[in-house]
């Protein structure tokens, strides 16, 4: 192409070095960044992809060796950069927006503080001046108030607002091009659609954007072209019209579909009323975190709770569970009281009770292999295989540790376990959430499958309505703690009527595929 | 802000009390009799007994004895010596500077010896050797530092003084007997956050805004490492003080060591009394300060 490409790779390889075996993270990979382009990388995680972005600005990672034919940043060939170079070029001509700014800001610095270091390792106007430009530069990105914003530290920002300062700090030394990875990730449908539409207001301005995700749905709006990576390869390559018009490689067409969305019906009709909570409340303090809710699941039946951080979702989930203890209304399990009885009284029911958890990681004991993980859950003597069979999991993860697993396989083992006891209602928080979306889909599947096979009834909480969309017969939405709207969701959907969930609506990322 | 600070002002004084009472308990079940340890070696006729009981109110219940001996240090009074016939205040207030100052220089010392080692030994072989030699220090008993240092550096060389508390020189070998310990765990729990630091996604942004591995280290990363620390070196502080008793015996410096050792051994029962609320007072103190570091290193903590 032209001379003025901004980044030019040939076949980059990188490897990692680690003590017990050599890992290849990317392995021969070709493109080019044309200046003012909007360019994504998608894949599951471990594809690279991450990988691939970071070894543009020199940041691989520690034990990584990094090889390529051609690797030119701004023109200059980047593989005889000395560290000087690479400090230089970092922060000045490539800015990195990383995924969670509560921890990729420095939680102990105030924002101020983060934007203003930018300013000054690249010596952007004189130390008097820092304050005034950090606080229009927060400003650019649309932070108000950012006099005061300025002030504070990334935990008393809302999450919109935080990777806000994050990307004003990745702007500060005035980069030609933004490496955005995974960006919005970590953040609410609403609050993610608002840091997309700030993207595209940057690339509008002219920015070189580089985004990567494991969503094809999140950046096909913005991108003019996409890589499709997996296994370290780039397996498709495609300006983002023709992709979604007719991908070629079969694994491209797996995220589309992921992506656009696919409904799980049940043929069975919800049969009697397995969890019944009624009027329940719950105060901490003087705040009142969830008022005046009902929720009623019947076997067989998949009910959706949405909402936002901070909606009273989780609260819910704990009281129902039997966690917390309402402040008023009351809670009943397959007919009998389980709020404000004392927990003997609950025992008994609580094999019929599982929970499923976002991240499977912190609910299992890190030294225990998957077999005793199961096991547990199992009358004694009872086989491990045929259960993690059901859950789609060889035999060879049985001696495996719940850290050698990826995540999807960490999220069925927990799905094992919790159907172990043959319950009658699962809780499911967020459990997909942490997972790339091709392997949401099939988790929902398993999901979806092992309702239809044991009449088990589901409890699923999420921020994401295209999950709930996909999985649930019925949805309740759930706004500062009560419920704004609910019935099936084919109608709350097509006809919302409350105005939040008209905004969580619009906000939910979706391909529209061209046939 | 107010309300946890008068908690733990609360707190305090309940630790004090308690550690008082427990103190008292205790030699009050301890075998030797009062009298004798007033008389020492003084003459011993029925009617200097007499007098003596007269005088310290001896035969009054033991109950009593109790809260007279309360009432007094609440209004700071910690009675008499037995053994030296002077107000306690004035015996320990006379030894207490010579140990705050050892103390605090080996705390200094530490401290300073600990950052270096954490955030200057970074290449891989340099931090191996430096963690096998805090390894050392850290197993290695004090008072055999002690004398290590003393048989090469004072009768050996002859740099430094063997005893006593004559000028800065004196005070050099013992404060880095204590010290060396502190350095050796210090330098292992800041090591261990740094590099935990480090891997954080923040490091992550740090670097790619062009900064210096080093301004990482120094600018992001020691915060953060910084808080476990805190914890460490407020535990060292109350160990530095109880130390200070072996290493002053070691080095024949004057200080509470000495004092306690003596009071101990002659059942003088107001000075030990004293000491341990002095300890009490210190370890509270110590904590308190650590808690404030922590609301001072890390904002998270502050919302109340």
Known sequence: MTESALVRVEDLRVTFHLPRRTVEAVRGVSFEIEPGECVAIVGESGSGKSVTARALVGLAGPGARVDATRLEVDGQDARRFAPRDWRRFRGGFAGLVLQDALVSLDPLRTVGAEISEVLRVHGRGPRSARTEQAHRLLEEVHVPEPERRAGQYPHQLSGGLRQRALIASALAGGPRLLIADEPTTALDATVQAQILTLLAERRAAGETLLLISHDLAVVARLADRVLVMKDGRIVESATTRALLSGADHPYTRQLIAAGSGRRRVSTAEPGPVVAEATALRKVYGDRAVVRDVDVTVRRGEIVGLVGESGSGKTTVAQLLFGLVEPTSGQVRFEGRRFSGVPERARRPLRRRLQFIAQDPLSAFDPRWTVRRIVAEALPRGTAVAPLLERVGLDGDVLDRYPRQLSGGQRQRVAIARAIAPRPSLIICDEPVSALDVSVQAQVLDLLAGIRESDGTALLFISHDLGVIRDLADRVLVLHDGRVVEQGPVQAVFDRPGHEYTRRLLAAVPTLEVSA | ?304
Do not use: C
Request: aromatic fraction near 6%.
């Open chain 2, 1 to 304: 802000m107010i309300r946890p600070i008068l908690r733990r002002v609360g707190a305090g004084v309940l630790v004090l009390w308690a550690a008082a009472t427990a103190a008292y308990l205790a030699l009050l079940a301890a075998p030797g009799d009062t009298v004798d340890a007033i008389i020492g070696d003084g003459a011993d006729t029925p009617l200097i007994r007499a007098q003596i009981i007269q005088e310290w109110h001896l035969d009054r219940p033991a109950v009593v004895q109790y809260a007279d001996f309360l009432w007094r240090a609440v209004h700071g009074d910690l009675g008499r010596s037995y053994l030296l016939q002077r107000p306690v205040a004035e015996v320990i207030g006379g030894q207490l500077a010579p140990t705050l100052k050892l103390a605090a220089t080996a705390a200094g010392f530490g401290i300073l010896l600990a950052l270096v080692l954490a955030l200057v030994a970074r290449r891989p072989w340099v931090r191996r050797l430096s963690s096998t030699t805090e390894l050392v220090l850290v197993s290695t008993p004090p008072f055999l530092i002690g004398i290590v240092l003393l048989s090469v550096f004072s009768f050996r060389l002859g740099w430094f003084p063997v005893s006593g508390d004559r000028g800065a020189a004196a005070l050099v070998l013992p404060a880095i007997t204590m010290g060396l310990p502190i350095a050796g765990t210090l330098a292992q729990v800041l090591r261990d956050g740094l590099d935990r630091a480090l891997e954080e996604p923040f490091a992550v942004t740090a670097r790619s805004r062009g900064l210096r591995e080093r301004s990482v280290l120094v600018r992001h990363a020691l915060k953060h490492a910084l808080l476990p620390a805190v914890t460490m070196l407020g535990w060292s502080f109350g160990v530095l003080i109880g130390g200070t008793v072996i290493i002053e015996q070691v080095f024949g410096r004057p200080g509470l060591g000495q004092v306690t050792v003596q009071a101990v051994s002659s059942s003088d029962l107001p000075v030990v009394l004293a000491v341990v609320i002095l300890a009490a007072a210190v370890f509270v103190v110590i904590n308190t300060v650590t808690d404030l570091a922590y609301l001072l290193i890390d904002p998270r903590l502050r919302r109340s």
